[in-house]
């Protein structure tokens, strides 16, 4: 005969096995959604940068030899947006229904198109052009889609130079107004002195010096807005400054683990309420 305390361990027992089955299955569907498209991008969140060029990436895969893949279709459209961004099929661009917005803008790779890659070149982008792009693919070896979001920045390059002991970081095009740091090269935050310029466009240049610097000190300025920050080493030399520069942009929204959890602990949270 069981007893009380059977009773209880065995339905802790059940309890568990059924919880570690249901994460099993959570995790294997959301990890099935993402892998079930046969269609890949290097980049599912781009940053452009206004005015300049973007390259949107979609590839169909496993990329094969053009006489595999047959006559490859290629369609890009953008969410909320009547027409297409741009449409490759049998060998031609197809642009009869293309939205004026990118007309004479955008282009695929007539020869990566053969090998199942889609991506769209999109140039002088423009502040309207954020948004959710979907590239589609069709081939003789599958087809697909992917969704692209694209976001748009404005940012420049930094450029430094030393003079009488004060280190001088410039840059002409950042929006909205950036913050900016200096830091020595244990980490500590310098106090240096920015000064920011507004265009009327709304776009600001700045000028940040760095007072009483020696030779072989070695610097890093941050300058940061919301979707992109550029990070500079900066080594004062004899002659002048040696630099390296990076930038990098902020990531997508993608499934992180903590939006897997929360469903996961509200059922948890349910499931051991309802018991
Ligand atoms: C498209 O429009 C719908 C309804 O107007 C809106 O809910 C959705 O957020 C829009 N999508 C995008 C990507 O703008
Ligand atoms: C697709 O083609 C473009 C243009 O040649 C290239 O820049 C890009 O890296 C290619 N993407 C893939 C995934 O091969
Ligand atoms: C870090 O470097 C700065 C400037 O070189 C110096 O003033 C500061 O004392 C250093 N701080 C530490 C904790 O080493």
Same mark, same amino acid.
């Given at each position: ?8 361990? &065995? ?24 892998? *079930? ?38 369609? &890009?459209?953008?969410?909320?947006? +009547? ?8 060998? !031609? ?13 955008? *282009? ?12 769209? $070149? ?11 792009? @979907? ?27 030393? *003079?009488?002991?004060? #280190?001088?970081?410039?840059? +002409?095009? &950042? ?6 740091? &200096? ?10 002195? @920015? ?13 940040? @010096? #760095? ?15 919301? #979707? /992109? ?13 040696? /630099?390296? @520069?990076?930038?990098?942009?902020? !990531?997508?929204?993608? $499934?992180?683990?903590?939006?897997? $959890? ?5 059922? #948890? ?7």
């Amino acid at each position: 005969m069981a007893s009380m305390g059977d009773i209880i361990f &065995w339905s802790m027992i059940v309890l568990i096995v059924a919880f570690s089955a249901i994460i099993i299955l959570f995790l294997a569907l959301s990890f099935s959604t993402s892998s *079930s498209s046969n269609i890949e991008s290097d980049n599912r969140f781009p940053v452009a940068n206004l005015g300049e060029e973007v390259l949107l990436s979609c590839q169909l895969t496993p990329a094969e030899t053009p006489q595999v893949m047959g006559d490859v279709a290629v369609a &890009w459209t953008k969410a909320n947006l +009547s027409g297409v961004v741009y449409k490759y099929k049998d060998g !031609a661009p197809q642009l009869a229904d293309q939205n004026p917005q990118f007309s004479r803008r955008t *282009s695929v790779f007539p020869n990566a198109v053969a090998r199942g890659n889609g991506s769209l $070149l999109m140039a002088a982008v423009r502040r309207g052009d954020d948004g959710v792009y @979907t590239c589609s693919i069709d081939a003789d070896t599958g087809a697909g889609s992917v969704d692209i979001h694209l976001r748009t920045a404005v940012y420049s390059t930094l450029t430094f130079s030393v *003079s009488g002991g004060t #280190l001088t970081a410039a840059a +002409s095009r &950042w929006q909205p107004q950036p913050g900016v740091t &200096w830091l020595a090269s244990n980490g500590t935050a310098l106090h240096g002195i @920015t000064q920011f310029s507004r265009k009327p466009s709304g776009v600001y240049s700045f000028v940040s @010096t #760095l007072k009483q610097v020696g030779v072989d000190d070695v610097y890093t300025f941050r300058v940061q807005s919301p #979707l /992109v920050t550029g990070t500079s080493k900066v080594t004062i030399t004899g002659s002048g400054v040696e /630099v390296e @520069t990076r930038f990098s942009f902020s !990531a997508g929204p993608s $499934l992180s683990p903590s939006q897997c $959890l929360v469903p996961l602990a509200s059922l #948890l949270i349910y499931a051991f309420g309802a018991t």
